[in-house]
């Protein structure tokens, strides 16, 4: 008798990377009804572990669970696993927050006078030697990447190359990850960023406003506060030039960038409630902004692009990696390659001559609708996992 294919997922956070690539598809693939799948509970007994791990056919985890990849290929090494990597953290510059956590050089930067520095006054000779003649200071030291520990990092990136090297299937949500991925894995596949369109509202929501005031919306993380420097100079000319321009962040605040402006920030929620929230802010239209240094986002999905169509939002768009294979110009955003084509673009947008946010809408949201609906995807992902199993044990899977 034929039965399901048992997922089980190894702890998962609550934040984007935990709900948009273990969560989520635990909840579509029951839902669907197409495998028997679990998140492990971490304060679960060992016995209730160990029998998880046992009955599962297919292991999946992410950057977070190297220690349970690590332990599951060494005490049951037929164990089909699967590492999920949906950052490139190889690639972490000093500029990135992450940098503290990810990165592994310790780098250093210029300062006026280190010896009045606190680091100064605690090196050893041979350090403050360093710092006399290079007139520098290590970067962690500056308080921008407070936290940085090499010794550390280079343990996070010697166990993330051993999950690599040990898993059955590395997965990741874009080409250009994957094969970087593919350097150091046996085996690679794409795994697209998805989203669970039952929870995006089509409904139309009206704030009040001042008169004439035009909404521009973004929501993100702390790593993309490098996007926001490179376009913040025309962004303050605009609003300053117009002062109906209210900027409406959701998720991250980068105040340094801010200061001065129109600014209405409202913090990170439940990821289910996230969608409801971004409805209810009344966005006239969107701004995706990129840093020119590609080393880190080219590597990136195009998420953001998926949840303003699916939230019937207009976009304006940097026009490279990872977004330009999604771009259609005038067709489902508005895109832009420097400072100047931007500003075109926002005038265009707060114009809108011929119903043109209407027509991006209805483009963005059709390709939204037929490419990334996690149900019409999640059929395809049980497949990929089925077929990383001995032939006859997928005989006995539906």
């Not at 939002?313 to 999604?326: A, E, G, N, T």
Request: proline content about 5%; hydrophobic content about 40%.
């Amino acid at each position: 008798m034929k039965r399901l294919l048992k997922v089980l997922f190894l702890p998962a956070d609550d934040g984007g990377c935990g709900y948009h690539r273990i969560r989520m598809w635990d909840k579509v693939f029951n839902r669907l009804g197409i495998a028997d799948s679990q998140i492990l509970d971490p304060t679960e007994e060992e016995e209730a572990t160990l029998k998880a791990i046992e009955v599962a056919d297919v292991i999946v985890g992410k950057f977070g669970t190297l220690e349970y990849i690590r332990y599951i290929k060494n005490r049951f090494p037929r164990k089909v696993v699967v590492f999920d990597n949906d950052d490139n953290t190889l690639e972490i510059k000093p500029s990135n927050p992450a940098y503290k956590q990810f990165g592994t050089r310790d780098v250093w930067v210029p300062s006026k006078d280190v010896k009045s520095t606190q680091y100064y006054k605690q090196a050893t000779v041979g350090t403050k030697l360093r710092m006399e003649e290079m007139q520098s200071i290590p970067l962690w030291v500056t308080g921008i990447t407070s936290g940085f520990n090499r010794y550390r990092n280079v343990r996070i990136h010697t166990e993330l190359l051993e999950a690599l090297l040990i898993s059955d299937l590395v997965t990741s949500p874009t080409p250009t990850l994957s094969q970087f991925w593919a350097k150091y894995a046996d085996k690679t596949a794409v795994i697209p960023n998805c989203l669970d369109l039952s929870y995006y509202p089509d409904v139309e929501v009206k704030r009040k406003r001042k008169k004439g005031e035009i909404r521009i919306g973004w929501s993100g993380g702390s790593s993309h506060s490098a996007d926001w420097r490179a376009v913040m100079p025309l962004i303050r000319t605009i609003m300053q030039k117009r002062g109906n321009v209210t900027l409406v962040i959701a998720g991250s605040n980068f105040e340094e960038n801010f200061k001065g402006l129109n600014i209405e920030y409202h913090p990170w929620t439940e990821w289910e409630a996230h969608p409801y929230r971004m409805k209810l802010l009344d966005l006239d239209f969107a701004l995706i902004p990129l840093a020119d240094d590609e080393s880190f986002n080219i590597y990136k999905s195009e998420l953001k692009m998926m949840e303003f169509a699916a939230l019937k939002v207009p976009m304006i768009v940097k026009d490279q990696l990872p977004y330009s294979p999604y771009i259609k110009r005038n067709e489902n955003c508005l895109a832009y390659k420097d400072n100047k084509e931007l500003e075109a673009c926002i005038e265009k947008m707060i114009e809108n001559k011929g119903g043109l946010r209407e027509t991006l809408v209805k483009n963005a949201h059709s390709w939204v609708v037929s490419e990334r609906d996690i149900e019409k995807v999640a059929p395809d992902v049980v497949e990929l996992y089925k077929g990383l199993l001995p032939p006859k044990a997928q005989e006995l899977i539906v």
